[in-house]
């Protein structure tokens, strides 16, 4: 096998491990934005322990999802990820417009990250050096440290998102043991999981539903780093399994962790009151203030791991694009020591750097409400990619049935495959409240409105390159491996009969 040092387009090959990927996947869920952002309203609304509940259901439908993922990564393990896997299952053009898919879906939810990273840094910077930082300068030392990590080797970059996963996970499941070791009334009671079945709202049930699974969007990237592992085959789908288990056991044990403090009885009017500021309010009745701004510091360092995360992400999208020419080739340069995929990396760092230097001349000044728009809007877009993936792994398995189970080729993708659809137009009707916008609002319309451009622009790009390059469309989904094309042998118009012998010519 050919080194990155040999081939310019070669990714570094066994360099992370199932908890390196593990922890991608983790930091590129931000589980912290999701209890800052999500969680407050949802209980808010009245949910109360079906909200932990839910996280907990969802858990289990995506570790359903990874069954088909895993095998489809076996099959084809690929930087291009879903893009690869939906081209195989579904055909090239769906495979180009999973590809815009994911981009846009990323590009959102990390501008939305973006815009948090500087409403987040404010106060921690206004209490420390008693300096008014603006939005922008918190968003550009995230920007500055995220390309420097870019173009490094992809383990020094796995050890810096690992560090701030874990360091995000420690403090959070540290909130949340104080929140259990004092709750409020003195005592951990059923009503604080018990869930009366005769007050479930369809409607807010299913609203639940579809914005919870909104918040494990980026769990799915773990299939990103598929060549750059230990075990190709084995290494990222196992990663995705550990992915969805570390969010689910965060968002859904420091949701439950707060209806203790809190009390069942008393949730819902605390949260209303307390909002985004819930999980910080909790801390600071039951810890000492360099604990709880410890924790506020956390959610800065959980905006910049998932910021990572997701650059890494769609830099190996990039690549994998730039390998099959689909995009230009320049995008599937590598680094001649590093093996990371420098080329994709310095383009999306350019393309994020004028979006925040567009909307710094513009006077833009994005708050926590605009960011969880963003990444709502964004993860709606992976949320349509999961389903879409589900499905192309469901076809391809039992199309060519290889040596999976009945279980991983058929079962869990049909069920994942079901269930994910369900979650999709549940998302979709239910955009207005998950959004916490009016039905008539633009931006109400303007989500479903992008999502759809990007399937017509994967679409119409799929048109394009197969008119123009045949040879490059014939090798969509195929890795960089050489295409020949063969054209059809030109048939010599037949002679009219006799024509050879002019004297047998009637005329």
Not at 43 to 64: D, E, I, W
Not at 79 to 94: M, S
Not at 307 to 312: I, N, S, T, W
Not at 428 to 436: S, V
Request: charged share 10%; glycine share 12%; aromatic share 8%.
């Amino acid at each position: 096998m050919e080194t990155p040092e040999d081939d310019p387009h070669a990714l570094a090959t066994g360099r992370l491990g199932v908890a390196s990927v593990s922890f991608f996947g983790l930091a590129a869920a931000a589980p912290v934005v999701t209890l800052v952002t999500l969680v407050p309203v949802s209980l808010a609304a009245g949910s109360g322990p079906l909200v932990p509940l839910t996280f907990a259901a969802l858990g289990v439908l995506l570790f359903l999802f990874c069954g088909g993922y895993a095998a489809m990564i076996r099959r084809s393990p690929s930087a291009g990820a879903a893009y690869t896997h939906v081209a195989r299952g579904l055909g090239r053009p769906a495979g180009l417009a999973a590809a815009w898919l994911a981009l846009a879906g990323y590009q959102a939810i990390q501008f939305g990250l973006y815009a948090l990273a500087g409403a987040a840094a404010t106060p921690l910077a206004q209490s420390w050096f008693g300096w008014a930082v603006p939005w922008w300068a918190g968003a550009a030392a995230c920007w500055a440290l995220v390309a420097l990590l870019g173009t490094m080797r992809i383990e020094v970059a796995a050890g810096v998102a690992g560090l701030l996963a874990v360091a995000e996970a420690a403090v959070l499941v540290g909130v949340g043991a104080s929140n259990l070791l004092q709750p409020s009334g003195e005592r951990i009671t059923a009503a604080s999981i018990r869930v009366d079945a005769s007050l479930i709202d369809r409607p807010v049930l299913g609203l639940l539903l579809a914005a919870g699974v909104l918040a494990f969007a980026g769990f799915e990237s773990a299939g990103n780093y598929a060549e750059e592992t230990l075990r190709p085959r084995r290494t990222a789908g196992f990663g995705g399994y550990g992915a969805v288990l570390l969010v689910a056991l965060l968002l859904g044990g420091l949701t439950w962790s707060m209806i203790v403090a809190a009390g069942p009885d008393r949730i819902t009017a605390v949260a209303g009151a307390r909002g985004a500021d819930l999980l910080f309010a909790l801390a600071g009745e039951r810890l000492l203030p360099w604990a709880v701004t410890t924790a506020r510091v956390i959610l800065v360092v959980g905006v910049l791991a998932g910021v990572l995360a997701l650059h890494h992400a769609m830099a190996r999208y990039l690549y994998a694009m730039g390998r099959e020419g689909v995009l230009p080739s320049v995008l599937a340069a590598t680094g001649r020591r590093t093996g990371a995929p420098r080329a994709a990396s310095l383009t999306q760092t350019l393309v994020v750097g004028a979006a925040l230097a567009g909307a710094y001349a513009a006077g833009a000044d994005p708050g926590p409400v605009t960011a969880r728009w963003m990444i709502l809007g964004g993860a709606l877009s992976i949320l349509l990619l999961l389903l879409v993936t589900a499905l192309a792994a469901l076809l391809h398995l039992n199309r060519a049935p290889g040596g999976e189970s009945a279980w991983g080729r058929f079962v869990s993708p049909l069920l994942s495959t079901v269930f994910l659809g369900s979650l999709v137009c549940l998302a979709f009707r239910d955009l207005p409240e998950i959004l916490g916008l009016p039905a008539g609002y633009p931006l109400v319309r303007a989500v479903p409105a992008a999502i759809g451009g990007c399937v017509l622009l994967g679409l119409a790009h799929a048109a394009a390159v197969r008119w123009r390059w045949p040879e490059r469309y014939a090798g969509i989904g195929l890795c960089g491996t050489a295409v020949v094309v063969t054209p059809y042998p030109e048939i010599p118009a037949q002679r009219s009969p006799g024509a050879h012998r002019p004297e047998r010519v009637e005329f």
